[in-house]
Every structure is written in C-alpha cells, then in structure tokens.
C-alpha cells in the first residue's frame, strides 16, 4: 500500500491528463457521483473538490474501504475501482479541478 502512495505521488508530479481524467469519470464514477449538483448516491463532486486536497482524492480512490473513517463517514458505499494508476491519477486531478478555490485555502 505505501510503494503504491509512493509510486502515485511521482505520478502525480507529472502533467495529469485532465481530459482523460472526465473520461475516467464517466465511466466508472457518474454512475453515482455527480457533478452538476443534480443529486446521486455519492458525494457530487463539486463539493468533493472543494472540501478535499488532491492527495485526499487519491488515497479515497485508492482505499475507500479504509479511508472512509478518516473522511468524517460512518459506512462506506464506495467499490475499490481496479483501473490504471495513470487513470486514478487523472481523475484525482479532474475531481480537484472542479473547484478553483477550495476549503482549506480559506482564512479561518
């Protein structure tokens, strides 16, 4: 698990394919999540963007079954999604894309 958050960390580093990252998305995520704020079982994820840092974004993706706790969740509806590092990568990066400014940018 950890050479996994390893591995994706210089993956991230590198230029994520926003575009492949929809793609991602549309087919293995708005099946549940939305992101017009049109209301689905998951978290829209506008506010998903907004709430959580990129490197939350991949390690919900990567584990959700023991990461949903750590989110504030009291159960876990979301599969573990078998794609392509790359993949996960790209949609993190669409999802955090969503909203220019976030949460915790903010001046408390």
Known sequence: MKKIFIW???VSLAAAD???GFEVYK???AGCHSIKMEGSMGRD???V???RKKEDILRYIIEPNSA???FGYSSNAMPKI???PEDVNDVAE???SLQKFKKWMKKS
């Open 18 to 20: 926003i575009e492949n």
């Open 49 to 51: 963007s907004y709430d």
């Open 94 to 96: 669409y999802i955090d």
């Open 8 to 10: 994706l960390f210089f």
């Open 68 to 70: 949903f706790r750590d």
């Open 82 to 84: 078998n794609i392509k």
């Open 27 to 29: 087919t293995h995520c």
């Open 45 to 47: 994820f506008n506010l």
